[in-house]
């Protein structure tokens, strides 16, 4: 199998050309490089293959991304309806203390384990805000939510 | 179905007390809340079963991540043989536009979609920084990857 700039497939099931997503949308180009034309069809094809598994990678991450903010926002729900206090410190640190843990056995750097939940906290933590301000907040998170959840 | 600080449980098979993970290590205890104490047993329970699944959420996310950076260490030691250039401004621009629109798909902000995709580009720029100095590098990333893949 190989793939040269002039034939920049191949998708991920066999059919020519990139995926059109919809009548008035870009359409995804899994094979898009700015090497192309400057490397071997054989070593192209390779760099395309791996591609193919982050691309597949990336949208399970964000759908699942996804889910875990409809979590929170339950959470949210639940204790703004109780009155509870937005943060819970015991939670956060049984949470980083288990991801560091998971990532080890993973083979995947504790540290950044740690950054990632900080990071996707940052996150909770800014949908809130605006909620509490009174600003549009991001996606399709409903208003009302004020517990901060990681 | 209750939990009470006096009775942390449940875990998820239904089995008593926190997850023992190894002779050495702290476990894990699932129900861990500042809250405990101070919140209706049946809240709780809701609280905590909504965190069940936001536990379940997150050791996929570290297992999914670790399997990323397989894939990107895999591009890094190709570039690296074939000594091509570490970025590829062609593909990460294909790679943004796709995620923003999946996360429209998944009633995710797509604008968080983007600054994740960035989150992750910087942990991969690191390792190959700390490669290039001849640092360590964090979990098990080989050494030799010099091509920068997001």
Known sequence: ???TPQDPTPTVDGSAGPVLTGPSETPYDAAASSLAGH???SVMAELLSIRSSIDNIDATLVFLLAERF???QKVGFLKAEHRLPAGDPGREAAQISRLRRLAGEAHLDP???EKF?????GEV???HE???E????PGDIQPGVVGTES
């Not at 939940?117 to 906290?121: A, E, G, R, S, T």
């Not at 009174?134 to 907040?137: D, F, I, R, S």
């Open 130 to 132: 605006a909620i509490a």
């Open 111 to 113: 540290a950044f384990a």
């Open 1 to 3: 199998m190989s793939a």
């Open 117 to 121: 939940l900080n990071f996707i906290i």
């Open 70 to 72: 409809k979590a929170t």
């Open 125 to 127: 933590i800014r949908h």
């Open 134 to 137: 009174g600003l549009p907040v």
């Open 39 to 41: 490397v071997q069809d």
